[in-house]
């Protein structure tokens, strides 16, 4: 931590810039400031996506608990009705669960890869701050392999490549959702 008491320890910042200010070092600043908004957004996320979990478990286990209850009424004409109906609505509300916990695979995604780029963004600012391997396109290499090794689908490495060929994030991602639709012409969701 630096002492703030003593001036020649505190290091140069862009606000207050000296001969020892570095472009490096506020990089590094904002790759931080990012890295923590992204977990700051996953972790209030996290937590309002667990009560969701738990509310749609109590769901379902009351649905299960409504439809035991109806199967256990008698097979009078008027009760039959009213089971089919009870029946129809539980049919109807656990295709919604089931939508809902779709929902919750793609946010789990969503988190995976936040969390992947917070840790590409680490790994990138300990490069940056290395005098000795910032100007090592061997150490630039080594980080980009290393990132595309953390890469999961197919998919994203096949991003990856075509940012590194292309340098185009627009084409990359273009060129990404090519495949997707290629893969699901018919709107298919894929489960994770």
């Known amino acids: ?66 439809r035991e209850v109806a199967k256990s009424l008698p097979d009078t004409p008027k009760v039959s009705a009213a089971k089919s109906e009870i029946e129809n609505l539980g049919d109807e509300v656990s295709n919604k669960v089931g939508q809902a916990i779709i929902a919750f695979q793609f946010y789990d995604r969503l988190s995976q890869r936040l969390s992947q780029v917070c840790r590409n963004l680490d790994d990138l600012g300990v490069l940056v701050n290395d005098p000795v391997r910032l100007y090592n396109p061997y150490a630039w290499v080594a980080l980009q392999q290393k990132i595309r090794s953390k890469h999961v689908t197919e998919d994203d490495k096949h991003m990856f490549d075509t940012l590194m060929e292309t340098r185009d994030v627009q084409k990359a991602l273009a060129e990404f959702m090519k495949r997707k639709r290629e893969k699901q012409p018919d709107g298919d969701i894929e489960l994770f």
């Open 1 to 66: 931590m630096v002492n703030t008491t003593e001036n020649t320890n505190t290091p140069s910042m862009a606000s207050r810039p000296d001969l020892d200010w570095s472009q490096v070092r506020e990089t590094i600043l904002m790759l931080n400031l990012s890295m923590t908004q992204i977990e700051l957004a996953l972790t209030d996320s996290s937590s309002s996506v667990g009560e969701l979990t738990d509310s749609f478990t109590s769901i379902s286990a009351a649905l299960s608990a409504i």
